[in-house]
């Protein structure tokens, strides 16, 4: 068994390559989808996280409205770190659990954890390897742009995390992403490759 951690900054098209691997045959464990699980409503990190910020950021159906709550942490520090000690201890236990679900499945899996914020994450991750997608400034803006985000929500979510040169330098792996779909799939399945090799 192996286990990887996928990231890379937002807008570089992380979950286009998790998708990738999953199609190849590894397991994906969706930190994002994880993140979303936990502050399901009435939740322990749900009743924090309205303690602190205000029933403002819910929606009619008591989910939290994550545009919004965006809004609030993506300018302003102090409260994107707050909002992550509620919840990323959570994240960390559904992990585990997931991960020793699929141990016992197949032992001799290739697992990927996608994880956006692997190196701004305060706890380390266990992973064997890190593979980080890359993309350029450009490409970032735009692909956030086509998701109806602005370009001033857009440059502030970028600088909440670390500069992408900086992960790229502490990668096992790097998949350059500015190019096409096909680009993308060669290089993904050429790590792939050398992970199933790499496994124990």
């Known amino acids: ?35 979303r699980e936990v502050v399901r409503p009435h939740s322990r990190a749900w009743k924090e996280i309205v303690e602190y910020f205000g029933k403002s950021i819910l929606n009619a159906d008591l989910t939290i409205n994550r545009q919004k709550l965006a809004d609030i942490v993506f300018s302003d520090k102090e409260k994107l770190e707050k909002l992550n000690q509620i919840v990323h201890p959570e994240v960390f236990k559904e992990d585990e659990r997931i991960l020793n679900e699929i141990k016992s499945l197949a032992p001799n899996a290739v697992i990927i954890k996608d994880i956006p914020l692997l190196f701004e994450l305060t706890r380390p991750v266990f992973v064997d390897k890190i593979v980080v997608v890359s993309a350029s400034e450009q490409t970032q803006l735009r692909r956030l742009e086509e998701k109806g985000i602005s370009r001033e929500d857009a440059q502030n979510r970028m600088k909440s995390q670390l500069p992408l040169e900086e992960k790229v330098k502490s990668a096992d792996f790097v998949i350059n992403n500015d190019g096409s779909l096909e680009m993308t799939k060669r290089q993904a399945k050429e790590i792939y490759s050398l992970l199933r090799q790499g496994r124990s």
Not at 15 to 30: C, H, M, P, Q, W
Request: overall charge negative; aromatic content about 8%.
């Open 1 to 35: 068994m192996i286990i990887v951690g996928l990231t890379g900054n937002v807008g570089t098209g992380k979950s286009t390559v998790a998708n990738i691997f999953k199609e190849l045959g590894a397991y994906v464990i969706d930190w994002d989808e994880l993140a």
